[in-house]
């Protein structure tokens, strides 16, 4: 096990940024602990702080405890895709490369999917010197538009993706999945929610043919999903060293093999950071980092039009999948646990249509399924990152767009919003503005 970097716990706190200037944009607001940590669990904090924006580097290193970046990789470091604990964006074109999005793969197999034989899950575009890298991914945009009631017309995007550079042979037959990396504010609370929760949200009757259910991870009978962008992890931790694994390369006690897969010779021979490369105590406090990030608060910039949109949100039914409220359970810690929170998501997945769809499946989730995304801060997200990109690819380039991509068990509340006037649409776009 590699042996951890300390610094005094003074200097790592007066590195906290606790208040912005006033009349600025707070970049950082996504980046605050929980209220009421002790100096014990901010030391935590703050060395998974490090850890989530420490670029890795490749092994032998004489830094020792962030060497083993690769051999395939995306990007250096987690801040590279969730910019300032925020949300990524899509390229605006081919000759723009993927920065803070990625792309997964599979192959159909009996029951659903499995990684493809050669690339894996993931398209690694970067290889460690004498280890090739992947491949490029390029975006091109498809456009159309679309009439709403008034005569107004939105132009809406959609993404087609081309494979070019690869490194080990053709992909053949494969399914594709693009995905901006999410914020990560907030998601010790989600992982606070009881299972329980989640199965009687799911069981509870809705209108206008919403449903909703649980991604089982494995199995039908297995661990009740919530993280990811189709619920495929269970928990926290998991989601964390996953990502770890996927997008650097980087082992881990729950992942302990390189993401090499057999027909990848160069990079099963290429040298590693050590077994597992990210220790148990740095996966410790990198989780405890993401779980005790504090949601971002509600602006407070109140006003009558914000209030008539929370109201159109209500009646237009967003709120049935974009849940206003959850309980967190008791046995989380105590910073996490007993708490009313509002994320605006239930965590469950549902059919968001045709026009939606990545025809992937994902444990139990099927390719029109998406677990419903927190909107929690999601008025804050442009101000953060200026390339910021909505729904799972980041198509969407503004709230607009995003509501009227949404089909499925969301198609009533998207003719609502696209039969209402102006003002009212207005007052709607002003009170996600505010969450």
Avoid at 384 to 398: F, Q, S, T, W
Wanted: charged share 25%; aromatic share 6%.
């Amino acid at each position: 096990m590699k042996a951890r970097h300390r610094l005094p716990l003074l200097a790592l706190l007066a590195a906290v940024p606790l208040f912005a200037d006033p009349g600025t944009v707070d970049r950082d607001i996504l980046s605050r602990p929980l209220p009421g940590l002790d100096e014990t669990e901010m030391a935590s904090f703050l060395r998974g702080r490090s850890l989530f924006r420490q670029s890795w580097v490749i092994a032998p290193a004489s830094d020792r405890e962030f060497d083993g970046l690769g051999p395939l990789y995306n990007r250096l470091a987690c801040i590279s895709c969730h910019p300032k604990n925020g949300r990524g964006g899509a390229p605006e074109g081919p000759a723009q490369r993927m920065q803070t999005m990625l792309v997964r793969l599979s192959v159909k197999a009996p029951g659903g999917a499995r990684p493809h034989p050669v690339y894996g899950d993931q398209l690694n575009e970067e290889g460690i010197p004498g280890v090739p890298g992947e491949g490029r991914a390029e975006i091109r945009w498809q456009t159309r538009h679309e009439k709403l009631a008034d005569g107004t017309l939105v132009e809406l995007r959609s993404p087609l993706v081309r494979f070019t550079e690869l490194a080990y042979g053709p992909l053949g037959p494969v399914m594709t999945s693009l995905r901006v990396g999410p914020p990560v504010a907030g998601l010790g609370l989600l992982d606070a929610v009881p299972d329980s929760t989640l199965l009687a949200l799911a069981a509870a009757a809705k209108p206008d043919g919403v449903r909703g259910r649980v991604n089982r991870i494995n199995s039908p009978q297995g661990p009740v999903g919530r993280f990811g962008l189709k619920a495929n992890a269970h928990d926290l931790e998991f989601q964390i060293a996953g990502a770890f694994h996927g997008d650097m390369s980087i082992t881990s006690p729950r992942f302990p093999e390189e993401n090499c897969t057999p027909a990848q010779r160069a990079c099963r021979q290429a040298p590693d950071g050590g077994r597992p490369e990210l220790s148990m105590q740095q996966l410790s406090d990198i989780t405890f980092y993401v779980a005790h990030l504090a949601p971002p608060p509600r602006p407070d910039n109140r006003n009558p039009a914000v209030d008539r949109g929370a109201a159109h949100f209500s009646a237009f039914g967003c709120q049935l999948c974009h849940l206003p409220s959850l309980r967190t359970g008791p046995g989380a810690s105590r910073h996490l646990a007993e708490r009313e929170i509002a994320p605006y998501t239930d965590l469950l997945l549902h059919d968001m249509g045709a026009e939606l769809a990545d025809h992937r499946p994902d444990h139990q989730a099927t390719g029109r399924e998406w677990r419903t995304a927190p909107l929690w801060g999601i008025g804050r997200l442009a101000a953060i990152n200026e390339k910021v990109g909505y729904l799972h690819d980041g198509r969407a380039r503004n709230f607009e767009e995003a509501i009227l991509w949404h089909g499925g068990e969301a198609l009533a509340a998207r003719q609502r919003y696209a039969a209402a006037d102006r003002q009212t649409r207005d007052e709607l776009i002003a009170f996600l503005n505010a969450l």
